[in-house]
């Protein structure tokens, strides 16, 4: 029975390894990484050995993220070896440090100091889930960001070590911190200010108040937004198979994501008239839809058609987060291209649906007696400011229809 014979082999080959996991033919791949650069080491240089991982956090390997107008980064030093071309773009994590990123944070505001808690971290502590702003980021100073929001920018602690979930020997100090698998990990920089139904920068927020105290389910940020495959962490060196997160974190970018957040339901509820109900059902988030930022929308379009297909009745409705009080945070400068933008627009639309909401849309078009379809189409908007008409970032989510007869 060679079978067993291999089996044997290998369980033995497991317990003979020296402590730092390196057999000898692995060892020459033994580099001791020092982590007194702290939060100046690359993301590139973890991902010499952590190369599946930096492969989906810069290139959204995995993932479906679509960066209209971003370009790709290239990539320093000859360390990593990644494809030439991938069919889709990097996560928001690891673009929110390059140049081309429209409305740069490095740029904005107190010379970006305050916008580099999130976007140029260089170190925190994961807070309590209970109180989230004790866990705020030190920023980058000005003048050294780089890299956006880096490997080490959410692995290094106070301290100067790497903390990850498990207990490993590696080529660097490790700690374990069973914390980082929770939402707190994602809560300071998904959340801003206390809590407010309805405002922008809620995310952690909403899921802790919304989804995880009133048991609507039990997932953390991670267990949706980093999917878990079983596999090593570091591909060259001799070490047990793990759960391991996939970094792709894909949100309002990924046509995956947004599609699987909400359901559509149409009712005619009494015969023959024409008076409809949208159900809108948020299934598929753990907190609002559309969450983070003002800019975000979700457009509703009800069309009423007639059997060439040409729309006879239409409506919209508009839902996002508000801008409005920020009676708890410092309110952006009123020339904040932001806040001109959402003025402008008014408060003409209603507030997201939060985690496990059904909200129905009552609408009554116009109709002569006859037979007609009537349709449903939501759109997501990564930014409802800008021109309606261009599309490049708009995705069309749903579109569910049914026939109805007016008598
Ligand atoms: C140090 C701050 C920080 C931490 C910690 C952090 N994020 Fe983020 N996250 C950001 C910033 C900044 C962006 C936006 C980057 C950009 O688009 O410029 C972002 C973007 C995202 C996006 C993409 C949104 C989009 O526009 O498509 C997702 C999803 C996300 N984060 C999820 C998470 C999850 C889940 C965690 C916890 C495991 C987490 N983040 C932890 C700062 C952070
Ligand atoms: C020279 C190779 C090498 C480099 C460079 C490296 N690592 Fe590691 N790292 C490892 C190995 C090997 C392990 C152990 C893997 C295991 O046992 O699954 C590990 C483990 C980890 C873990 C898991 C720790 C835990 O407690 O669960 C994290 C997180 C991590 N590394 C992050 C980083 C970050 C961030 C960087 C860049 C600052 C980095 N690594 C650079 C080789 C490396
Ligand atoms: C936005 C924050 C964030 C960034 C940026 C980030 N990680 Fe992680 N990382 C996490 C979280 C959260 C986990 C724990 C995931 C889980 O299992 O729930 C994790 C887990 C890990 C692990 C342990 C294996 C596992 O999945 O549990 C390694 C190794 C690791 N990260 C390496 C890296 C490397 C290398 C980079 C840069 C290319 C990086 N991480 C960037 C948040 C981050
Ligand atoms: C049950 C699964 C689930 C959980 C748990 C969850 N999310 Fe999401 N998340 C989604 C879905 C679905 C979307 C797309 C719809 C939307 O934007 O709300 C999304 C979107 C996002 C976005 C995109 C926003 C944008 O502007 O592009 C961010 C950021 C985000 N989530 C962060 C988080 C954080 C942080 C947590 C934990 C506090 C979390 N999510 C918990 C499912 C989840
Ligand atoms: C509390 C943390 C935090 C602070 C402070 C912060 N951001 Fe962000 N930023 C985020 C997160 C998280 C996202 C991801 C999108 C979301 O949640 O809607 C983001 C996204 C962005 C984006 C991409 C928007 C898009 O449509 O994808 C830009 C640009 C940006 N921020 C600029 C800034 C600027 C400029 C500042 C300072 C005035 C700033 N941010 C301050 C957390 C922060």
Request: net charge neutral; with cysteine; proline share 7%.
């Amino acid at each position: 029975m060679p079978g067993i014979g291999i089996f044997l082999f290998a369980l033995l080959a497991a317990f003979c390894q020296p402590g730092n996991g390196n057999t000898s033919e692995d060892r020459s791949k033994t580099r001791v990484l020092d982590l007194s650069r702290g939060a100046y080491i690359s993301s590139e240089e973890c991902g010499a050995c952590h190369k599946a991982i930096y492969r989906e956090y810069s290139m959204g390997f995995g993932g479906d993220i679509e960066q209209a107008g971003t370009a790709d980064r290239s990539i320093d030093g000859d360390s990593v070896a990644l494809p030439s071309h991938v069919s889709y773009a990097g996560t928001g994590h690891s673009l929110a440090g390059a140049d081309t990123f429209p409305g740069h944070a490095r740029e904005v505001e107190m010379g970006g100091e305050s916008c580099s808690v999130c976007h140029f971290p260089m170190y925190f502590e994961i807070p309590d889930l209970d109180r989230p702003e004790t866990g705020r980021p030190r920023p980058r100073p000005p003048g050294r960001e780089a890299g956006g929001v880096t490997c080490t920018g959410c692995h290094l602690t106070p301290d100067g070590k790497i903390r990850g979930p498990y207990r490993v020997e590696a080529p660097h100090e490790t700690v374990a911190d069973p914390r980082i698998q929770t939402s707190a990990m994602c809560a300071y920089c998904h959340s801003l200010g206390r809590r407010q139904v309805g405002k922008q920068t809620q995310t952690f927020l909403e899921w802790r108040d919304d989804f995880h105290r009133p048991g609507l389910g039990i997932q953390h940020c991670q267990d949706c937004h980093m999917p878990r495959t079983i596999r090593k962490t570091a591909e060259e060196y001799n070490v047990p198979n793990r759960a391991v997160a996939r970094h792709i974190w894909t949100g309002g970018h990924s046509k995956q994501r947004v599609s699987g957040a909400l359901s559509v339901v149409m009712v005619q509820p009494d015969e023959g008239k024409p008076d409809l109900q949208i159900h809108i059902i948020n299934i598929g988030a753990g907190h609002s839809v559309p969450t983070g930022s003002t800019r975000r929308g979700l457009f509703v379009f009800a069309e009423a058609l007639d059997d060439t297909g040409k729309i006879l009745r239409s409506r919209e409705w508009l839902l996002a987060p508000t801008l409005e009080d920020h009676s708890d945070t410092r309110r952006p400068p009123p020339d904040d291209p932001a806040i001109q933008q959402a003025s402008a627009a008014g408060s003409q639309h209603e507030p997201g649906l939060r985690a496990g909401e059904e909200r129905i849309l009552k609408w009554t078009p116009d109709l002569a007696t006859g037979s007609y379809t009537v349709r449903t189409r939501l759109v997501y908007d990564l930014n409802r400011f800008n021109d309606r008409s261009l599309s490049e970032d708009q995705t069309e989510a749903i579109v569910t229809s049914t026939r109805i007869r007016v008598r």
